[in-house]
């Protein structure tokens, strides 16, 4: 697949869902990224050699247009994946279908910090959301979830560790059902995770990489 990412962050949570991806299907999936400034996402382009480009426009409509635009010189995408702290306009969405990852069960907690902010309402179920890119700010329709119990008082930087494994886990997925062709399919679930990943692969990789953070998000 063809998969085009715009990022304005660190890149981790991108950067282990190709890792996840590549050690089951190898170099059969390519990456074309954006950003908007200097972030993490673009160093780790560098190094694995991965087309990028910065686009420093402050309007959202102008940046969707100029980031279409790459997008198309480089053969277009598949699908659009968004790591972004900023709004893109229909100039991406209508062009290609694009995907958000949120980290709180929508419609709780939309836009910005919605872990401290469930935290701040003492939630006893920490999740993440994957869900189209309409023009509503996190208000497309919701393609995945994912949910766990976690225990009042839990510390903070935990919670930022489980919602990064969520994040992982609806990337690796979306692309999933993007490439076997069952988005709005009715699929397996488990009691965190609907749907569920049904490549075994896919699956042990994600929980070797829960592994290495020390949390336990998914099972």
């Known amino acids: 697949m063809r998969i085009g990412v715009i990022a304005s962050s660190g890149g981790s949570a991108f950067d282990s869902m190709r890792r996840v991806l590549s050690g089951v299907y190898g170099a059969q999936d390519s990456y074309y990224v954006v950003t908007d400034r200097p972030c993490g996402v673009e160093a780790l382009c560098q190094q694995a050699g991965i087309p990028h480009t910065r686009i420093s426009e402050p309007d959202n409509t102008r940046f969707s247009e100029r980031a279409r635009d790459w997008f198309q010189a ?8 968004l790591y972004f702290l900023r709004l893109v306009t229909p100039e991406i969405y209508q062009t290609y279908l694009t995907f958000n990852v949120h980290p709180s069960l929508l419609p709780a907690f939309p836009g910005f910090n919605p872990i401290e902010r469930a935290v701040q309402k003492q939630v006893r179920f920490l999740g993440a959301t994957a869900h189209v890119v309409d023009a509503q700010t996190d208000g497309g329709a919701v393609v995945a979830q994912v949910t766990m119990p976690i225990a009042a008082g839990e510390d903070l930087a935990r919670l930022h560790k489980y919602s990064f494994i969520q994040k992982v886990y609806l990337s ?8 076997q062709g069952t988005l709005g399919q009715t699929l397996p679930f488990t009691d965190r ?10 699956w042990n990789a994600l929980l ?3 592994r290495s953070e020390g949390v336990e998000a998914l099972r």
Request: with cysteine; charged share 15%.
């Open 172 to 179: 690796v997925l979306v692309v999933e059902m993007c490439r």
């Open 74 to 81: 480089q053969g277009g995408v598949d699908t659009v994946l």
């Open 208 to 210: 070797e990489l829960q």
């Open 193 to 202: 995770c609907n749907p569920s990943l049904s490549n075994p692969g896919l």
